[in-house]
């Protein structure tokens, strides 16, 4: 999404002169894409989040995801930051969108869940889970890219899902598989952390977990705790491995 400084795009895009986009891995890029939306960061910590080459179609695509998610997220942040975004740029969002306001109203509603050993009233939200899930899965493609150079083929795919604790018992046993390279880095005073480990064989075959504002829940049953999803996982490399994974993966969610 855009930037706030003076021509952040136009100057960020010189270092990625004559590389494709990321997302598409066709067009050549003509922009500076933040791989995660400043949004989601409070004031005071937008310096230093990684960006990548992008095409104007595919950065109009994404920030459409954009506006959407960072003026719902928030609602469902364990974190600091989150209330703060809550509270000082959600509103100014929600004004630019009054129809968003008005089904997160009439959709809102309370549930009983189980935090840190007790039974806590929470506000529920209606938010698209595939909306997330399209979001991350550019993440992860733009990840491949920011931390190794690799682009996906014509061949491969990214897909990203909401993981619940059986997902992420999954998710974890996949990165216990022989590396190449690892990462694991903290964005915006936790805003965002993410981890991610690439396979020694397939430069494009990477899994990576995802944490929003410390830790939402996604949905969930206080009856049934281990359906909350907490996290987000995505799987990038060929088509048929990604669809593979990432059926077991669901079905252990």
């Known amino acids: 999404m855009a930037s706030a400084s003076p021509h952040p795009t136009r100057m960020s895009a010189k270092r990625f002169r004559g590389k494709l986009c990321v997302y598409c891995c066709d067009r050549p890029a003509t922009t500076a894409d933040h791989i995660f939306a400043r949004e989601f960061f409070v004031l005071g910590t937008r ?23 960072t003026a719902v997220l928030p609602f469902g942040g364990c974190h600091a930051d989150a209330h703060e975004n809550l509270v000082n740029l959600v509103p100014g969002r929600l004004a630019k969108n009054l129809r968003l306001h008005r089904e997160l109203s009439a ?3 309370r549930i ?11 506000m529920t939200l209606p938010i698209e889970p595939k909306k997330i899930c399209a979001l991350f899965s ?10 190794w150079g690799a682009y ?11 993981l619940t604790n059986f997902g992420k018992e999954f998710f974890a046993r996949l990165f216990t598989m022989n590396a190449a390279d690892r990462v ?16 020694v064989d397939t430069p494009q075959l990477t899994i990576w977990r995802i944490q929003l504002y410390g830790g939402m829940a996604f949905s969930g049953d206080p009856a049934a ?9 995505a ?10 994974l990432a059926a077991r993966a669901k079905n252990e969610t």
Request: proline share 4%; net charge negative; charged share 25%.
């Open 47 to 69: 310096g230093n989040l990684p960006q990548v080459p992008a095409c104007q179609e595919c950065n109009n695509d994404k920030s459409k995801l954009e506006h959407y998610l």
């Open 235 to 244: 799987i990038t490399g060929p088509k048929r491995l990604v669809a593979m």
């Open 112 to 122: 009983w869940r189980m935090e840190s050993g007790l039974f806590r009233e929470t």
């Open 138 to 147: 550019h993440a992860a493609r733009a990840l491949v890219w920011h931390h």
């Open 225 to 233: 705790p281990e359906e909350v999803a907490t996290e987000i996982g």
């Open 152 to 162: 996906l083929l014509r061949d491969q795919e990214s897909e990203a899902l909401l």
């Open 107 to 109: 959709g809102s509603g």
């Open 184 to 199: 694991k880095h903290d964005l915006g005073n936790r805003t965002i952390s993410y981890s991610g480990v690439q396979a």
